[in-house]
């Protein structure tokens, strides 16, 4: 049911040791965005949201691969590129740097659409203050 965020690419070229090489392309297995202006909001199933508001305030993605069966167990991966699509953007023009980080515990995606900051999270969905709401924080 949970999923540990693995931030690798989409585009992966790998090698096994009898210099074979490949590449693969995976799209997301699952995704969410977490708002610090309605932390008990989920956004689950829509447009990734991830930046700072012009009041400092955050929202970040999370976004998981599944690898299973789609690299051998043999293989030595030599290069990862992660790729996304601004689809939209502030009306001035703003100079935005992302960062990569690694989760180390469960989360989960939700199904929370429909407005840009999602809708009050059920239990077992991610958010700003649960990693499983209401409880495991």
Request: one cysteine or more; glycine letters at 6%.
């Amino acid at each position: 049911m949970f999923k540990h965020l693995l931030l690798c690419a989409a585009l992966i070229h790998c090698s096994s040791l009898s210099a074979f090489s490949a590449s693969v392309t995976l799209q997301p297995s699952e995704d969410t965005s977490l708002f610090e202006t309605s932390p008990d909001d989920n956004l689950g199933s829509s447009d990734l949201a991830s930046g700072t508001t012009s009041a400092g305030l955050k929202s970040r993605a999370l976004v998981w691969f599944d690898f299973a069966g789609k690299i051998p167990a043999n293989a030595t991966v030599t290069s990862v590129e992660l790729s996304f699509r601004v689809t939209k953007a502030p009306p001035s023009a703003v100079t935005s740097t992302f960062g990569l980080h690694r989760v180390l515990q469960d989360w989960a995606e939700g199904t929370k659409s429909g407005s840009k900051i999602g809708a009050p999270a059920t239990a077992g969905e991610t958010t700003w203050n649960a990693r499983v709401f209401p409880d495991v924080h």
